[in-house]
């Protein structure tokens, strides 16, 4: 599911705030105060956000600059969010015009600081349940096997077990083997009983322990 994105542009009072040093500057500039948050939104099997990510920065830009480059502005702004340019292209917009607004107020007249805040809220919804689903319906597929060629069998390589610590059981019936025992080597090298394997390939030409195939 896609991210949702929530924003806001707003002025700030400039009481009781503690302005850099480049304010002395005489040119009109603005701070943009970002305040980022990204939150994973659980859909189910209950509701749950999850903070991922919060960003809370703060960037001088002159007037000249911001409205001369404002997409470059808004992209370093938003730089370390990961917020997709789809967003940019629709926040550009309104912040340009909020920024403007503010810029042409008579208050507002002689060089300044102009202190704006960016609040944006991301939300990426996640729900598993397609995934549960289908892995349900996969599941409770009907599974039709199809016997190995006769001649596959008749062909399987007989060995005798010498070195247990390779294998120990055949994986059809469980049951241990011992030392000496003559048994029925696969392609893929797997060990089985050969009535054990016999009787299954008779059924499913696929080897029960690496699904290997068998010709048909």
């Not at 011992?178 to 009535?195: I, N, W």
Request: hydrophobic share 40%; with cysteine.
């Amino acid at each position: 599911m896609e991210t949702i994105y929530q924003y806001s542009i707003s002025q700030v009072e400039q009481q009781n705030q503690v302005l850099p040093t480049t304010h002395l500057l005489a040119c009109d500039c603005f701070i943009f105060h970002l305040d980022f948050t990204h939150q994973l939104k659980l859909c189910f099997p209950q509701d749950l956000n999850i903070p991922l990510n919060s960003i809370q920065e703060s960037f001088f830009v002159p007037f000249d600059v911001f409205f001369s480059h404002t997409q470059e502005t808004i992209q370093t702004v938003l730089s370390g969010s990961g917020v997709s340019m789809d967003f940019v292209h629709v926040l550009l917009p309104e912040v340009h015009s909020f920024a403007m607004e503010v810029a042409q107020e008579p208050a507002n007249a002689g060089p300044r600081i102009v202190p704006l805040v960016l609040a944006v809220l991301a939300v990426t919804p996640f729900d598993d349940r397609d995934q549960i689903e289908r892995a349900i319906m996969e599941s409770g597929q009907v599974f039709n096997p199809v016997p190995a060629a006769k001649s596959s069998i008749a062909g399987l390589k007989k060995v005798k077990i010498d070195n247990l610590s390779v294998t120990k059981e055949c994986s059809i019936c469980l049951e241990e083997f011992s030392a000496g025992l003559e048994v029925v080597l696969m392609p893929c090298s797997h060990l089985y009983h050969k009535d054990c394997i016999v009787e299954w390939l008779k059924r499913s030409h696929l080897c029960p322990y690496c699904r290997f195939k068998l010709p048909t």
